[in-house]
């Protein structure tokens, strides 16, 4: 299904730039059968996922994990060479090594944001320039990415200059347009399927591409709190940019065809990424669940003592897997010793193993068991 998104026009400096047409199309109405399909089948696992969710105890010391996941992957579709190890240890504040994990973490931030924000804000306009401000303000970016403000020049896509560009998005004036038209749409709720919704959503703000930098970063981050302002998933927990990272070709030529009016394409792609991150995402929910009795058996096997500082310890570990003494004194209020005994009490019971090679005091321990089960 072909659809004219736009046409390519040239400007008075020479280049060609995309002028979108008024949004949506009356074409995009009618998704043809086997994408509403796909929709069915991608909304029946999403409906799934979110009903397992419920059944995580401690399920917001999880929700860091996928969020930061999600946000590795991003960052690193934009060229971070941090890992999700790499921003736990920066967040947790011990970090062995100078990265560029603040990508992530600024990520970690924006999305948070945009989740509280929409609590008591409709998702809008003024909404995305705040979750780009929260995103980019302190971040690396490839130049001036302005934060929190819709570009007031043109930019471009591969190239050095628009001449010579892989795509060059509407001009100023034309992108001011575009995005009333992209905000009326984002309350177009009753015209399509959700998960349809959503999918355009990302390939239209990919083709108006309204900030400076940071477009990729808040359209990957928009999809996840439209799933949650859609109220398809009550809390966070599905996240497209590891499926974009693991498939980066393919995702930048399926917003190609987006950009050329082939729709269906680049429909179909995401449908696909919801259902494999869907079933992904499910999987890891249940490695979770039988990580957590496993271990939680081994700690309520020892004395009650030890057995009540180490549960209260295990919960905490699902949101901050790399620990030392001064982070588990914190929760326990134990002295350094005592800490100390509790790390090597889970040492012993392989819950915890020690990451290097420092001493007693600045040693850190990793929940590796845990962490394997996002990045494998």
Same mark, same amino acid.
């Given at each position: 299904?072909?659809?004219?998104?736009?046409?390519?026009?040239?400007?008075?400096?020479?280049? +060609?730039?995309?002028?979108?047409?008024?949004?949506?199309?009356?074409?995009? +109405?009618?998704?043809?059968?086997?994408?509403?399909?796909?929709?069915?089948?991608?909304?029946?696992?999403?409906?799934?996922?979110?009903?397992?969710?419920?059944?995580?105890?401690?399920?917001?010391?999880?929700?860091?994990?996928?969020?930061?996941?999600?946000? /590795?992957?991003?960052?690193?579709?934009?060229?971070?060479?941090?890992?999700?190890?790499?921003?736990?240890?920066?967040?947790?504040?011990?970090?062995?090594?100078?990265?560029?994990?603040?990508?992530?973490?600024?990520?970690?931030?924006?999305?948070?944001?945009?989740?509280?924000?929409?609590?008591?804000?409709?998702?809008?306009?003024?909404?995305?320039?705040?979750?780009?401000?929260?995103?980019? /303000?302190?971040?690396?970016?490839?130049?001036?990415?302005?934060?929190?403000?819709?570009?007031? *020049?043109?930019?471009?896509?591969?190239?050095?200059?628009?001449?010579?560009?892989?795509?060059?998005?509407?001009?100023?004036?034309?992108?001011?347009?575009?995005?009333?038209?992209?905000?009326?749409?984002?309350?177009?709720?009753?015209?399509?399927?959700?998960?349809?919704?959503?999918?355009?959503?990302?390939?239209? +703000?990919?083709?108006?591409?309204?900030?400076?930098?940071?477009?990729?970063?808040?359209?990957?981050?928009?999809?996840?709190?439209?799933?949650?302002?859609?109220?398809?998933?009550?809390?966070?927990?599905?996240?497209?940019?590891?499926?974009?990272?693991?498939?980066?070709?393919?995702?930048?030529?399926?917003?190609?065809?987006?950009?050329?009016?082939?729709?269906?394409?680049?429909?179909?792609? +995401?449908?696909?990424?919801?259902?494999?991150?869907?079933?992904?995402?499910?999987?890891?929910?249940?490695?979770?669940?039988?990580?957590?009795?496993?271990?939680?058996?081994?700690?309520?096997?020892?004395?009650?003592?030890?057995?009540?500082?180490?549960?209260?310890?295990?919960?905490?570990?699902?949101?901050?897997? %790399?620990?030392?003494?001064?982070?588990?004194?914190?929760?326990?209020?134990?002295?350094?010793?005592?800490?100390?005994?509790?790390?090597?009490?889970?040492?012993?019971?392989?819950?915890?193993?020690?990451?290097?090679?420092?001493?007693?005091?600045?040693? *850190?321990?990793?929940?590796?068991?845990?962490?394997?089960?996002? %990045?494998?």
């Amino acid at each position: 299904m072909n659809i004219d998104i736009g046409k390519k026009i040239k400007q008075k400096e020479g280049f +060609f730039a995309l002028i979108p047409n008024p949004f949506p199309p009356k074409e995009l +109405f009618s998704m043809p059968q086997n994408i509403l399909l796909k929709a069915a089948e991608a909304d029946r696992l999403v409906g799934k996922l979110d009903g397992i969710t419920h059944t995580l105890p401690d399920v917001d010391f999880f929700l860091r994990m996928f969020v930061a996941k999600d946000a /590795t992957s991003s960052a690193q579709i934009e060229g971070t060479r941090a890992t999700i190890i790499d921003a736990i240890e920066k967040d947790a504040g011990i970090a062995s090594k100078e990265t560029d994990a603040d990508d992530i973490l600024y990520y970690v931030k924006a999305l948070n944001y945009g989740i509280k924000r929409l609590n008591n804000f409709p998702l809008s306009l003024r909404v995305i320039r705040e979750v780009h401000s929260q995103l980019m /303000t302190g971040a690396r970016a490839t130049h001036f990415s302005d934060p929190g403000h819709f570009r007031e *020049s043109q930019n471009w896509i591969g190239g050095t200059k628009p001449d010579n560009a892989h795509f060059v998005p509407p001009p100023v004036g034309d992108m001011k347009s575009a995005l009333g038209d992209f905000e009326k749409f984002l309350h177009e709720e009753k015209q399509f399927l959700p998960i349809i919704h959503i999918g355009i959503m990302h390939g239209q +703000f990919e083709t108006i591409h309204p900030f400076l930098d940071g477009n990729g970063r808040t359209g990957r981050l928009l999809i996840t709190l439209l799933l949650c302002h859609r109220r398809l998933l009550e809390r966070p927990v599905l996240f497209l940019s590891s499926y974009f990272k693991r498939h980066q070709k393919i995702y930048y030529q399926k917003l190609d065809d987006y950009h050329n009016g082939d729709v269906e394409s680049w429909v179909d792609f +995401f449908l696909d990424g919801v259902i494999d991150t869907a079933e992904e995402s499910i999987e890891i929910s249940r490695k979770i669940r039988k990580l957590r009795d496993n271990d939680m058996e081994k700690i309520q096997a020892l004395a009650k003592r030890e057995s009540e500082s180490g549960v209260a310890v295990l919960s905490r570990l699902f949101g901050f897997p %790399i620990v030392n003494t001064r982070r588990i004194m914190e929760w326990t209020k134990f002295t350094r010793a005592g800490a100390q005994r509790v790390i090597d009490r889970f040492v012993n019971l392989g819950i915890l193993k020690p990451q290097d090679e420092k001493g007693a005091y600045d040693r *850190s321990y990793i929940y590796q068991n845990y962490i394997d089960i996002f %990045i494998k």
